[in-house]
């Protein structure tokens, strides 16, 4: 199915292809309406990618496991190519039930707590976001994401009902990216679930919020994300720097590249929140931001793509070294290079990946997002700047713990990568690899709908 959209999406056009439309509750104006474009594309491609990624990962999955893992999958790609609220939000919950019962049947320690918890938390936030469109319905009368562009510009939702509709709306984006402070759910529950539920967890699930502030947030509340800001990005900047620092301070590695996840998923809502500032220039003046808006979209959708790949192969490597050691603690381990080399050698790229090195695919997205929204909040992206930093220093202090020193005795009996991992892995790195060499096959696929978006704010 994938490889026939790809053949029949056209990049050059703008607007929705292949759309497929039939009336469902004409009394409210819900129709069954499916279709792609740049953006539906790029994460229908991902999550082809990560979830095969993250069954083949799973140690002797049961039928029950595989079928609950599928559902997920089903339920993701309807989220991601609907285009009526309604449909779209029944396919974004029916995401949510599968992976609870992941983490609760298959997790490990505590993961009854983190199902509770992950399942709470998404729920309420997915409520407030309800309530809140049928308050935009009830206001503009349409669920219809092509229409939501217009509506914003025109300033339809303005006043205190529309400051309540953005409230709900923000608070069911902030749980599921997550921002702090509602972030607290997503250590324990990626680190709780199995291996391969947190590499579907943090490759595509977590884009369900970024892709939700695409869709709903900047096209229906542009005045309101301007005048909310400084609180915004303040939020937005903890995100990048506090999660990075609680990275640095993490003994469990599952645990760490958990927090890293927050930090990488920041620099998109930095990017989105940024962009609100060309809209209080006014027409006139804010054409001059359009490259800058373009650039940190563009950065938005590449970081979209390539954490999903990249945090995703970051938890298979740490399943990989808990299977092998039966720890997760950097404390248990040390001297791996001497006995894995080619673990040390795969591992490390995708560390590499995350940190965002030059030449690999991590750094295409971060770098537009960091072009982009200098010009448009430049104190915030500075600040932003020292998650970066820290970052690094998360990686290297990994590294050196994993791979360098002594080699500890529980990993003397450790057994290099076999034919299965090698095959599993050594695609995906490539995937990085040439992604970050040549990233203008992924561009060609987005950057007619970058420029649409784009054009709603400048």
């Not at 974004?92 to 399942?119: C, H, N, V």
């Not at 391969?196 to 502030?213: D, E, R």
């Not at 006995?339 to 590499?352: D, E």
């Not at 050594?426 to 007619?448: C, D, K, Q, R, Y």
Request: proline share 5%.
């Amino acid at each position: 199915v994938v490889a026939f959209i790809m053949m029949f999406f056209n990049p050059d056009l703008g607007g929705l292809q292949l759309v497929e439309m039939v009336p469902w509750i004409p009394v409210i104006d819900v129709d069954y309406l499916v279709a792609v474009d740049g953006l539906s594309l790029l994460l229908v491609l991902l999550t082809t990618l990560v979830v095969p990624f993250g069954l083949i990962a799973s140690k002797n999955p049961t039928r029950g496991f595989c079928s609950l893992l599928l559902l997920t999958m089903g339920a993701l790609y309807g989220t991601f190519t609907a285009h009526n609220f309604i449909l779209w939000f029944l396919f974004y919950e029916m995401s949510l039930i599968p992976a609870f019962l992941l983490i609760k049947l298959w997790g490990g320690e505590k993961r009854d707590a983190a199902a509770t918890q992950f399942f709470v938390f998404t729920f309420l936030g997915s409520v407030a976001m309800l309530v809140a469109m049928l308050g935009v319905y009830h206001t503009v009368g349409t669920f219809n994401f092509h229409e939501f562009g217009p509506i914003g510009q025109n300033g339809l939702l303005a006043g205190t009902a529309g400051w309540l509709m953005f409230t709900g709306v923000c608070l069911g984006i902030a749980v599921k990216v997550p921002v702090f402070p509602f972030h607290t759910w997503l250590p324990d529950a990626y680190t709780a679930a199995p291996t391969g539920v947190s590499m579907v967890l943090t490759g595509i699930l977590s884009k369900m919020g970024v892709y939700a502030a695409l869709r709903l947030l900047l096209p229906l509340f542009p005045q309101q994300i301007q005048a909310a800001q400084p609180i915004l990005l303040t939020l937005v900047v903890l995100s990048i720097v506090l999660s990075t620092l609680a990275a640095l301070a993490q003994q469990d590695l599952k645990r760490m590249v958990a927090y890293i996840s927050i930090n990488h998923l920041g620099y998109c809502m930095l990017a989105i929140v940024a962009i609100g500032s060309a809209v209080a220039a006014g027409p006139a003046a804010s054409a001059g931001f359009a490259p800058d808006v373009q650039a940190a979209l563009g950065g938005v959708f590449m970081q979209i793509f390539n954490h999903g790949i990249t945090a995703a192969a970051l938890f298979y490597w740490a399943g990989l070294l808990e299977e092998r050691r039966g720890s997760r603690l950097l404390s248990d381990y040390g001297g791996l290079m001497q006995q894995t080399p080619q673990l040390c050698a795969w591992m490390s790229l995708a560390m590499f990946s995350s940190l965002g090195l030059p030449g690999l695919n991590g750094f295409i997205g971060e770098i537009l997002i960091f072009k982009g929204a200098f010009n448009l909040a430049p104190v915030a992206t500075a600040c932003a700047g020292f998650g970066l930093l820290i970052t690094a220093g998360v990686f290297l202090r990994a590294m050196q713990k994993l791979f360098s020193g002594p080699l500890a005795e529980s990993c003397k009996s450790f057994p290099n990568l076999t034919l299965q991992e090698k095959l599993n892995v050594i695609p995906v790195s490539i995937l990085m690899l040439a992604h970050g060499i040549v990233p203008g096959f992924m561009f060609n696929i987005f950057n007619t709908t970058v420029t649409q978006m784009a054009s709603l704010f400048s």
